[in-house]
């Protein structure tokens, strides 16, 4: 079993789901996959998922970055071939599903005998996904959670921008991690046509942007250099070696760079 929130590390909140989930299956391994998605950040939450559910032991997989908890949005539970996911209708688990095979069938989460007996209004990790996935991981089927849904009704994220052009390509930046390093919804073979110099720059920009090595490894680029290369996930990133690409570019997710034969 895993678990991605934007919950953070100063309150209670995590062990609470970990606790509800050691008391109804307490021989479930959970792995804490992060709990510092930003705060309703619900493209890095799924972005984070996705890259991280196929490397994990398949099982079932809860996902909360919630901004409409307590709403008329749909708590659901996915399966898919290779495990399940349980979390919010609102665009979080879709492509972590995809990441699993595809969603083979889909509930919603209305039986409460599956959740608390109390459900709080503002946590639902706790008192309706955690439960719902601690039930499933013990064996117990999806079909008894609640009503089917039709997986091409669930909520899906708005395709990241993405433009090949002629001279290279612009791209959505998509997450930026821990080190700094930027992110980019574009498949790392857009970088094969181009050459060992390149330039990035701001989407919408018409200045000459910064001049950034086209390599494989951060040290290509040389203390302090600009990369853009193909990070772990397969997609197209530019990091800067021994600094914060992020910092250097000025961006965040949402924002868009350009990236040109220099």
């Not at 809860?62 to 665009?91: F, I, W």
């Not at 439960?131 to 091409?152: C, F, I, K, N, Y």
């Not at 181009?194 to 720059?201: D, F, G, Q, S």
């Not at 919408?204 to 390599?215: D, F, I, L, Q, S």
Request: aromatic share 4%.
């Amino acid at each position: 079993m895993s678990l991605t929130t934007d919950y953070g590390l100063a309150d209670g909140f995590v062990a609470a789901c970990h606790g509800v989930i050691a008391r109804l299956a307490p021989e479930a391994r959970v792995v804490d996959v992060t709990h510092l998605v930003p705060p309703a950040d619900v493209r890095r939450g799924a972005a984070v998922l996705a890259q991280a559910v196929p490397h994990l032991p398949q099982g079932v997989h809860v996902a909360v970055v919630d901004p409409g908890v307590g709403t008329t949005r749909r708590g659901v539970a996915l399966a898919t071939p290779r495990g399940m996911l349980v979390g919010p209708d609102n665009g979080l688990l879709v492509e972590a599903a995809e990441a699993l095979g595809g969603v083979t069938a889909a509930v919603e989460l209305t039986d409460p005998k599956w959740l608390a007996s109390e459900v709080s209004r503002t946590f639902h990790g706790r008192d309706v996904f955690a439960p719902v996935a601690a039930r499933l991981a013990l064996g117990a089927p999806l079909s008894g959670v609640g009503p089917a849904v039709d997986p091409e009704s669930l909520v899906r994220l708005p395709a990241p921008v993405l433009r090949r052009e002629a001279d290279g390509f612009t791209a959505e930046v998509l997450t930026v991690d821990h080190f700094g390093n930027v992110q980019l919804a574009a498949p790392a073979g857009l970088l094969a046509p181009l050459p060992v110099r390149v330039r990035v720059r701001p989407g919408a920009g018409a200045g000459p942007g910064r001049e950034a090595v086209h390599g494989r490894t951060f040290g290509d680029a040389g203390p302090g250099g600009l990369l853009v290369h193909a990070d772990s996930a397969g997609l197209v990133a530019v990091a800067v070696n021994g600094g914060r690409a992020v910092d250097l570019l000025a961006v965040a997710p949402g924002d868009l760079l350009r990236v040109t034969a220099g």
